[in-house]
């Protein structure tokens, strides 16, 4: 599955992603907004290894951005509570430092919503860090709804966001 736009392309997660994808995590904004990150690539690539799985088991699409061949970061789109029954999704995104504050992350978002609506969704959710200025902006934009604040069991302040078909 590959989706393609004038910017960039949309195409699935390889192991051959690892050493752009560990040096996406490595950065500090990215450690400061995730919940966590792997500590070397060794941990970058099993993980890679379990989101490929999860691409066959539960029915998740991880797209890596590509800009002219190179990587640019993921977009996720997965069932909420991973039951690949649900009509409910959730989304995920990272981008790599060297292609960030270009508008990607938003319109990269923009795509795996759409295709979502388009195949299967009623209803796409998103969560944050309340600290996330960003994701914030980005979700804004897109008219994603805030369903509520609150504190998650390791005591992190969250918004969770949800947008309608
Ligand atoms: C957050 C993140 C995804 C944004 O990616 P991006 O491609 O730079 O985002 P965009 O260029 O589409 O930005 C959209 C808007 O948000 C603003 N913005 C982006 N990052 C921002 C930041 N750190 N602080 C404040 N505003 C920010 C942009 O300036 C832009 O505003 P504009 O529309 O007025 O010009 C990226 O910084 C990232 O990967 N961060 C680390 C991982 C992460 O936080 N993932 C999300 C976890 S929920």
Redesign the pocket.
């Known amino acids: 599955m590959i989706i393609k736009t004038k910017d960039f392309i949309l195409r699935p997660l390889k192991l051959s992603d690892a050493k752009l994808y560990f040096e996406?995590m490595q950065?500090k904004?990215?450690k400061?907004?995730?919940e966590s990150v792997p500590k070397n690539l060794k941990e970058a690539k099993q993980e890679i290894r379990d989101y490929i799985k999860q691409v066959k088991e539960k029915d998740s699409k991880y797209f890596t951005i590509e800009i002219k061949g190179k990587y640019a970061?993921n977009v996720i789109l997965q069932h909420q509570n991973w039951d690949p029954k649900s009509d409910e999704g959730r989304v995920?995104?990272?981008?790599?430092?060297d292609?960030?504050?270009?508008?990607?992350?938003?319109?990269?978002?923009k795509e795996v919503i759409e295709y979502g609506f388009k195949k299967k969704f009623k209803k796409i959710f998103?969560?944050?860090?309340a600290i996330?200025?960003?994701?914030?902006?980005?979700n804004k934009?897109l008219e994603f709804k805030k369903v509520k604040t609150f504190v998650n069991e390791q005591g992190v302040k969250k918004i969770l966001w949800v947008k309608e078909k």
């Open positions: 996406t950065d904004e990215t400061k907004n995730l970061g995920h995104l990272w981008i790599h430092p292609y960030r504050k270009k508008g990607l992350a938003t319109n990269a978002l998103a969560q944050c860090k996330n200025k960003g994701v914030i902006k980005i934009k």
